[in-house]
């Protein structure tokens, strides 16, 4: 299949999803959206809320310079520290994401892609941090920070928010990541929001 109908098929995609056409956009497709902000931005760095079961790690090892994920639940944690075990570039942390990745990503000094898709979910992930979902309090604890021109910060399952089981409002999202990015370029699509500081 050619790249030009390659690139139509997957905006006319888009177009369905963002219609409510299609359900969520499968895993294999968020990640290959997060690759091209990646490189189309220019970064060698990825931070990640919510590692799961690593398979976006795993999808950026090829990519990534340094990889940085954090995972609140313990054996899932595990389970990833054995999995990227010989993996120097990846940097696994337990803990709560609304702080943790503020501090982590405070110790960069060049920009780096902050992936936000850490919230509870129930199933697979039974700890729960502060809240439900901590995409709002990461994005203003990083707004308070001096980071380095040129951040991406895109947080996942837009479609959650405003539907109520603890997820905030969408306008609250948005308008707190305007707050919290005030110069950036904001924008949506494939179930996220894009903040370009």
Not at 37 to 58: D, K, M, N, P
Request: charged letters at 25%; aromatic letters at 8%.
């Amino acid at each position: 299949m050619s790249l030009f109908r390659r690139l139509t098929d997957r905006l006319a995609a888009a177009r369905r999803y963002d219609a409510g056409e299609l359900g969520p956009p499968a895993d294999r497709a968020k990640r290959r959206h997060l690759l091209e902000v990646f490189h189309g931005r220019g970064h060698e760095i990825f931070v990640e809320s919510g590692t799961y079961l690593g398979g976006t790690v795993a999808f950026m090892l090829p990519y990534a310079r340094r990889i940085i994920s954090v995972e609140i639940e313990p054996r899932l944690y595990e389970l990833a520290r054995q999995r990227f075990a010989r993996e120097t570039k990846v940097e696994l942390h337990l803990g709560d994401a609304a702080t943790l990745i503020p501090e982590l990503v405070a110790g960069l000094n060049e920009p780096a892609l902050v992936w936000l898709d850490g919230h509870f979910t129930g199933g697979v992930n039974t700890v729960q941090g502060k809240v439900i979902e901590p995409a709002p309090s990461i994005l203003e604890s990083l707004g308070g920070l001096d980071l380095p021109r040129g951040m991406t910060v895109v947080v996942d399952d837009l479609r959650l928010f405003g539907r109520g089981d603890g997820f905030p409002p969408l306008d609250g999202l948005v308008l707190g990541a305007r707050h919290a990015f005030p110069e950036a370029e904001i924008t949506v699509g494939l179930d996220s929001l894009a903040i370009f500081a």
